[in-house]
């Protein structure tokens, strides 16, 4: 367990290095308004996602639910920050951690939401990879998801299920792998704004143009250099002047293999590695 303040700027970057429990129902489909591609890019810190009035809410009131919950069930939920001892990996923000061995999701929902919990008396489906996660940081079996409206709430005991984080844990290492080989997990529709004006029509056709342009001009260029290995074939390794031309034979230093040099055997070299940069590849659709 860490004692770190939760929305601290030390809090905030640390959650660059894990897989955090708001981040799996991102990585198992359901966080909609979030896509994987956009996920990857906050563990970069290219891509933040714009704070609305139900984030808001839920922030301001949060204090004010716990509260409510410690009267209500008599236990004592002091919000903890927990790394799993399974997957170096993932780590959780709990809003409530008590000595008994129970966590505690607080929600300040819309009415959609609170309904579901108050009247249906069920978790809506799209936080239960959040849960999971937690109890799996954790290592418990247990938690207390509380639905609260502002002035009342709802409270709804879940447990662990090892077959869900199963698969749970298996969507998030390959998640992971995207971040730590730099690789951009696969871009949806969703990922992608349409540009539909005069001006982006207008570039778009020229840059197009531009390409047809560029591809032929690479095709000259293989043909140029199949010449160019021919007069070097022809030239017998010797210099040589002719028709225009002058071809010099020279040196050039070898490229240096960095895996066979002893000293360097076992050194992780990638802590020398500079930040990542933006790089945009632009293609045809």
């Not at 922030?59 to 002091?78: D, H, I």
């Not at 690479?218 to 160019?228: P, S």
Request: net charge negative; with cysteine.
């Amino acid at each position: 367990m860490n004692k770190m303040i939760q929305g601290s700027p030390e809090w905030l970057e640390m959650r660059k290095s894990y897989i955090g429990a708001s981040d799996a129902p991102v990585i198992m489909g359901f966080q909609k308004w979030k896509t994987l591609y956009q996920l990857w890019q906050e563990k970069f810190g290219l891509y933040k996602q714009k704070t609305n009035n139900a984030m808001s809410r839920g922030t301001n009131l949060e204090p004010v639910a716990r509260a409510e919950f410690e009267r209500l069930t008599g236990l004592s939920m002091p919000p903890a920050v927990v790394f799993s001892k399974e997957h170096e990996f993932m780590m959780a923000s709990l809003d409530g951690l008590s000595s008994e061995g129970c966590i505690l999701e607080i929600k300040c929902p819309g009415e959609a939401d609170h309904y579901t919990a108050a009247v249906e008396g069920k978790i809506p489906d799209k936080y239960y990879p959040q849960l999971q996660h937690q109890l799996s940081c954790a290592g418990l079996q247990n938690g207390f998801y509380f639905s609260f409206d502002g002035k009342q709430g709802v409270i709804i005991e879940f447990t662990r299920s090892d077959a869900y984080l199963s698969d749970l844990h298996a969507k998030e290492k390959t998640f992971w792998g995207y971040v730590q080989n730099f690789e951009a997990p696969p871009l949806t529709e969703a990922d992608y704004q349409i540009r539909c004006t005069a001006l982006w029509n207008s570039m778009a056709a020229d840059y197009l143009k531009d390409q047809l342009l560029i591809e032929k001009l690479e095709e000259m260029k293989d043909v140029q250099e199949k010449r160019r290995q021919c007069l070097i074939e022809m030239a017998e390794g010797e210099n040589s002047i002719g028709g225009g031309l002058r071809l010099t034979k020279t040196l050039r230093k070898g490229s240096v293999e960095y895996k066979k040099i002893p000293e360097l055997v076992g050194v992780d070299l990638e802590r020398y590695r500079k930040d990542p940069v933006e790089v945009w590849r632009l293609a045809k659709e």
